[in-house]
C-alpha cells in the first residue's frame, strides 16, 4: 500500500483501541445512499518506476522548442543550488510558521526575502508574497481603495498597455466589491503612457494609478511625470515591476517627487522555472504608512524572552484567521516555497548578478530586433526604449508566422493580434540572457523562411 | 546571522555590457543593496536555515484542517524535469500536448474522485478556490436576474477564509451556529434561510472533526430557497473515494490540492485550489481549463465558458502544483484513494480513543472522528493554569509539532490533532505518550511547561514587540550604526 506504514496486526490493534470490528465501521455515521461506489474513471495505481516512464513520455511529447516568448514569463538563468536547496524537505514541507520557535529557518528566510525586495523595488516594506503577477496587481488595487485617505473613489486607472491577463484577472478579483477599472489609452506612436491621454482625467475622482514599468510592450515608460501627474490629483501610484529590470532601473520607490505608493509584479524572473505559468509569487511591496492596509503575511524581528533576535508573523490582525469577514483580504498563504528559492537566487547572483541577466537580456533583445528588422516587411511597432522585450510588426499573418516557426522547434514570440487588434500583425519577441548568437541566427532565418512561405 | 551580515562589498563583478540604448533618468542610480557572498556561503547559510524547521519529513506534523501527509519525492522529481519545468506558459498547443494531456486527465480524476460535472484547476490557492466558487454562485444568480440574493450562509465553526471570501466577492456574511454535538443548528439555518440566501459554505467532515449527518437535509433547504451550496474541501483527506461532494448536493467545491494530494506546503505555499461544479455551473467556469478534442488536448476558450467568471491568474494556475498532484493520483490510484480515508480516519480515532483513556477530553467524545479531531484543554486551564498554548510549545521541545491551536474558536483551549494516513502507529503513540508526559509535568513542574520550548533556536518570542516596534526589513544602517 503506497505510503501507508500499517500491517494488519497493528490495524487489529487500534480498531480493538477504538472499539469498532473493521475501518468501515467509522463511517457508520454516513447516510448509506451518500457511500461512493467503484471510481471506474481513475485508472488503477502505477509504480514509481511506471509512473516515471509514464511521465517521461508525456515530456517528450512537449520536447524543448527554443524560447523566444517572454509576455509575463522569462527563461532565466537559474543556479543548480537554487532549486537543490529550495526543495530540501525542512523547507519543502514545513507549513506557514505558525509555530514561530519550530520554524525560524522559514521566518528568518521570509525577512531576508522582505530586506531583498525593498532595496530592489526602493519602497519601505514587503509582504511574504502573494499568488503571482496578477493576483498582486488585484490586490494593489484593493489596497489602494482601502488606504487613500485623499479620495472615495472606486475608480482605477488602468493603462491599455498593462498586461492584458493582468487587467483581466484584476477585473474578476475587485468586481465584487464595485471596483472599477477605467482604460487608459496608449500612445499610438509609442505605446507608452503620456501626459496628452491622462490630461482627460484631470480634477476627476480616481483612487489610483497603475504603470507597468516596462509596459507589456517592452518599452520603458517616463514614470517620473506620470507618477507626479497622479499625486497632483490626488490618487496613488501603483507600479507593476518586473523585479529582474528593477535591477538596473530607476526603482518605483524613486519615481517622481514623491515615489509609487504600492510596488507589485511578479516575481518569476528571480529563480522561479517557467513551469507552464507557476508556481510563481506575487510581489506586495509599499510605502510604510500603507502596511497596515497590506494583505498576506509579513514577517517581523524581534526578540526573545532572553533577548535573543528571532522572527515571528506580524500585524496578524489584517488577516482572515483573525479578522474573518473583515480581513483586508481572503489571502491565506503565501507562496513560500517559490520565495524560498528567489531569496536563495538574490543572494547567490547579489545585485551584480541580477544586472548582467538584466543587461544581458536587454543586448539580447536589442541584437534580435535590429536582425529581425533587416528582414523586409519586418520593423519595429513603436517608437521607444526596450527593456528585454519588443513588439515587432510583421506583413504576414502573425498567427500563421508563428505556426509556421514552431517547424523549425522554435516559440516565435506572443501574437498580438487577438488582445491588440488595432495593432494588426504584431508579435512580441524576447530574448533571455540564456539566448546564444547561433540560437538568435536560427531565429532570424527561421523567421525569414516562414515570411516566405506563408 | 542574516545572509546581509556575511556580504563583502566588492566580491562580485559587474559584466561592461553598455545600456546606452536606457536614458541615464531611466536607469537606476546605486545598485540594490543585496547581499555579496559566494555561492558556498550561501549554500552554507540556508541550509544551515532550514534545519530551523520543523517539516513532515522531520517531525510527526499533526496540524489540524493543514492535511500533512507525506509528499511523495518522485512527484517533485518528475515536476523538475525540463520538459515540465521549462516549458513556457504560453508554448503552442504543438508542444503541448504531453502537459495538457496530464492536466485533462487530472481535471477527469477529480470530477470522478468528487462526483461534480467539470473541474477548473486555475485556482491558485485553497482561499483562490473559494473566491472562484462564490464567484460563480454571483455571476450564476446574476445571470438569472436574481439580483436580491446577497447573503451567504456560514457556520460558525467555518476557517475565517469563508467569510473573507464572501465579503470579497461583495457579499455579507451571516453565521450559523453549530450543536454541540457538531452538526449545524437546522433550526437556526432555517430561520437564517430566506429570499436573500446566495448559499451556504459548508466544510464537510466539518472543522470540528464530525461528518455532518444532515447534510441531504440542509441541501434540499438550501436548494428549495433558491441557493447554491459550496463546499469547503479542506476536510476532503477524510472521505475520499468513499462519499463524494457531489453526491451530497453540492454545487460547487474546492480541493486544497496540497492537502488532500500530498503537494507539498513549502512553508506556506504555493497551494492549489481546484475548484468542481455541477452541470449548471459549467458555463460559469473560470479561465483557464483543457478540452478534449478527439485525440488532441486544447486551451478551452470563451465559447466554452459561455459566462465565465474570467481569469484568476496570470496564466493558468500553479502548473507546477498541479504536475505533483498528478504525480500523486496516478501513483495512487482508484483503489489508493479509498485507502486514504479509511487510514486517515483509522489513525485520528485510534489517537482519540487512546487520548480519551490517557484521561484527555474530546469537545465531541460520543461520536467517531473523521480524519482529525478535537482535544479541550479548558480543565488544565482551569485548574493548573497550562494552556493549549504551552502545551503546544512543550510538544516542539519533545520533537513533536504542534497540532493546530485555538481553532475552531468554538472550542476553548483546543488542539484540533489531525495525524494523517502516513503516520505509523508507532509514531501515533510517541505523540500521545508525549502528550502524557506534558500532562504530568503540568501537573508536577508548571513552569516547565509554561516557559517552553526550551530547546528550540529561540525560546518564546515577544510578538506584541514585533508588531509595535516594527522591523519588517534588514537596511545598511542597522550594521553600520
Known amino acids: 500500500m503506497p505510503f501507508i506504514p500499517h500491517t494488519e496486526n497493528e490495524i487489529n490493534t487500534m480498531l480493538e483501541s477504538i472499539g469498532v470490528k473493521q475501518i468501515d465501521d467509522l463511517f457508520g455515521e454516513v447516510p448509506k445512499a451518500l457511500r461512493a461506489g467503484e471510481l471506474s474513471n481513475i485508472p488503477v495505481g502505477l ?8 511521465m517521461t513520455e508525456r515530456g517528450a511529447q512537449d520536447g524543448r ?8 514569463a522569462y527563461d532565466h538563468y537559474v543556479p543548480a543550488a537554487v532549486w537543490q536547496i529550495t526543495t530540501r524537505g525542512e523547507f519543502y514541507t514545513a507549513y506557514t510558521p505558525y509555530q514561530a520557535e519550530a520554524s525560524q529557518g522559514t521566518l528568518q528566510l521570509i525577512y531576508e526575502f522582505q530586506s531583498m525586495m525593498t532595496t530592489l523595488t526602493g519602497m519601505d516594506v514587503s509582504n511574504a508574497s502573494v499568488y503571482d503577477g496578477a493576483s498582486s496587481l488585484a490586490e494593489a488595487v484593493l489596497m489602494s481603495v482601502r488606504a487613500n485617505r485623499k479620495s472615495k473613489s472606486k475608480r482605477i486607472l488602468v493603462p491599455r498597455n498593462v498586461n492584458p491577463t493582468y487587467r483581466s484577472a484584476t477585473h474578476t478579483l475587485v468586481k465584487g466589491q464595485n471596483i472599477e477599472l477605467v482604460d487608459i489609452d496608449y500612445d499610438k506612436e509609442t505605446g507608452g503612457i503620456s501626459l496628452d491621454s491622462l490630461k482627460a482625467f484631470e480634477g476627476e475622482d480616481f483612487a489610483a494609478v497603475v504603470i507597468q514599468q516596462p509596459n507589456f510592450f517592452g518599452s520603458l515608460e517616463d514614470v517620473d511625470a506620470i507618477t507626479d501627474w497622479a499625486h497632483a490629483n490626488n490618487a496613488l501610484v501603483i507600479g507593476v515591476v518586473n523585479p529582474l529590470a528593477m535591477s538596473i532601473l530607476k526603482p518605483a520607490g524613486l519615481w517622481g517627487g514623491a515615489g509609487a505608493d504600492i510596488a507589485c509584479g511578479d516575481g518569476q524572473p528571480l529563480g522561479a522555472p517557467l513551469s507552464s505559468g507557476g508556481p510563481y509569487y506575487g510581489i506586495m511591496c509599499c510605502k510604510k504608512a500603507l502596511v497596515r492596509q497590506m494583505p498576506g503575511r509579513i514577517v517581523g524581528r524581534t526578540v526573545d524572552e532572553e533577548g535573543k533576535e528571532g522572527f515571528v508573523l506580524t500585524l496578524q490582525a489584517r488577516e482572515q484567521h483573525i479578522r474573518r469577514s473583515k480581513a483586508t483580504s481572503n489571502i491565506c498563504t503565501n507562496q513560500g516555497l517559490v520565495v524560498t528559492a528567489s531569496t536563495i537566487h538574490m543572494s547567490i547572483l547579489g545585485a551584480a548578478g541580477l544586472e548582467n541577466a538584466a543587461s544581458q537580456s536587454h543586448l539580447n533583445t536589442a541584437s534580435l530586433v535590429e536582425k529581425m528588422c533587416a528582414i523586409d516587411g519586418v520593423e519595429k511597432m513603436f517608437d521607444s526604449v526596450s527593456f528585454h522585450e519588443t513588439v515587432i510588426k510583421l506583413n504576414k499573418p502573425a498567427k500563421a ?10 516559440i516565435a514570440g506572443f501574437d498580438l493580434s487577438e488582445a491588440y487588434p488595432e495593432l494588426g500583425d504584431a508579435i512580441l519577441v524576447c530574448a533571455t ?21 506563408v | 546571522m542574516l545572509i546581509f551580515e556575511h556580504s563583502k562589498v566588492g566580491l562580485h563583478k559587474k559584466n561592461d555590457a553598455q545600456l546606452t540604448a536606457i536614458p541615464a533618468s531611466m536607469r537606476r542610480g546605486e545598485s540594490a543593496a543585496l547581499p555579496e557572498v559566494s555561492e558556498l556561503q550561501a549554500v552554507r547559510h ?56 496530464c492536466m485533462y486527465e487530472l481535471q477527469e480524476m477529480l470530477c470522478e474522485v468528487t462526483g461534480m460535472k467539470g473541474f477548473s484547476l486555475a485556482p491558485m490557492a485553497g482561499a483562490q478556490g473559494e473566491f472562484a466558487g462564490i464567484a460563480m454562485i454571483r455571476a450564476y444568480h446574476d445571470a438569472n436576474g436574481d439580483h436580491e440574493r446577497r447573503e451567504i450562509l456560514v457556520p460558525d465553526a467555518a476557517h475565517g477564509t469563508n467569510p473573507a471570501t464572501a465579503t470579497m466577492c461583495g457579499y455579507t456574511v451571516k453565521e450559523i451556529p453549530t450543536l454541540a454535538d457538531g452538526d449545524v443548528n437546522i433550526e437556526a439555518l432555517a430561520a437564517a434561510i430566506g429570499p436573500q440566501t446566495a448559499g451556504l459554505m459548508l466544510t464537510n467532515p466539518s472543522t470540528l472533526g464530525v461528518f455532518e449527518r444532515q447534510i441531504q437535509k440542509i441541501a434540499k433547504m438550501i436548494h428549495e430557497a433558491g441557493g447554491l451550496l459550496y463546499y469547503d474541501g479542506a476536510n476532503l483527506n477524510a472521505i475520499l473515494g468513499k462519499i463524494r461532494p457531489g453526491d451530497m448536493g453540492f454545487d460547487v467545491i474546492h480541493s486544497n490540492l496540497h492537502k488532500t494530494f500530498a503537494t ?19 458555463p460559469f467556469m473560470p479561465i483557464a481549463g483543457v478540452i478534449k478534442d478527439k485525440e488532441s488536448f486544447r486551451w478551452a476558450n470563451k465559447s466554452d465558458y459561455a459566462h465565465s467568471i474570467g481569469h484568476l491568474s496570470a496564466f493558468f494556475g500553479n502548473p507546477g502544483v498541479l504536475i505533483r498532484a498528478y504525480v500523486y493520483m496516478r501513483l495512487l490510484g482508484r483503489e489508493g484513494m479509498t485507502r486514504v480515508s479509511e487510514f486517515s480516519t483509522l489513525n485520528a480515532n485510534y489517537m482519540m480513543a487512546e ?16 480524519h482529525e479531531f478535537i482535544i479541550t484543554l479548558k480543565k488544565q486551564a482551569k485548574e493548573l493554569h497550562v494552556t493549549a498554548m504551552d502545551f503546544a510549545k512543550r510538544l516542539l521541545d519533545l520533537g513533536y509539532h504542534a497540532p493546530t491551536t485555538y481553532f475552531p474558536l468554538l472550542v476553548p483551549e483546543c488542539l484540533l490533532i489531525e495525524p494523517t494516513e502516513t503516520e505509523s502507529k508507532e509514531d501515533l503513540d510517541g505523540f500521545i505518550k508525549a502528550m502524557v508526559q506534558i500532562q504530568q509535568e503540568a501537573e508536577n513542574d508548571t513552569q516547565l511547561v509554561t516557559t517552553a520550548p526550551h530547546t528550540m533556536p529561540v525560546k518564546r518570542l515577544d510578538e506584541v514587540r514585533a508588531a509595535r516596534q516594527l522591523d519588517l526589513s534588514w537596511t545598511v544602517t542597522q550594521t553600520t550604526g
Open chain 1, 47 to 54: 509504480s514509481e518506476m511506471q509512473m516515471t516512464q509514464l
Open chain 1, 65 to 72: 522548442p527554443l524560447c523566444f516568448i517572454g509576455a509575463g
Open chain 1, 401 to 410: 508566422v508563428v505556426d509556421a516557426m514552431t517547424e523549425a522547434n522554435i
Open chain 1, 433 to 453: 540572457e540564456q539566448r546564444t548568437t547561433k540560437e538568435i541566427d536560427q531565429y532570424v532565418s527561421a523567421l525569414t523562411k516562414a515570411l516566405g512561405e
Open chain 2, 46 to 101: 540556508y541550509t544551515r536555515l532550514s534545519t530551523k524547521n520543523f517539516s513532515i519529513d522531520t517531525h510527526f506534523y499533526p496540524l489540524g484542517s493543514c492535511t500533512m501527509k507525506y509528499n511523495p519525492r518522485v512527484a517533485n522529481s518528475i515536476a523538475l524535469m525540463p520538459e515540465f519545468a521549462a516549458r513556457h506558459p504560453l508554448a503552442p498547443e504543438k508542444f503541448s500536448q504531453g502537459f495538457l494531456s
Open chain 2, 264 to 282: 507539498p506546503h513549502g512553508g506556506g505555499g504555493p497551494g492549489s485550489g481546484a475548484i468542481g461544479v455541477s452541470e449548471r455551473l459549467i
Open chain 2, 355 to 370: 487520548m480519551k483513556k490517557a484521561g484527555f477530553e474530546a469537545a465531541i467524545p460520543d461520536r467517531f472522528a473523521s
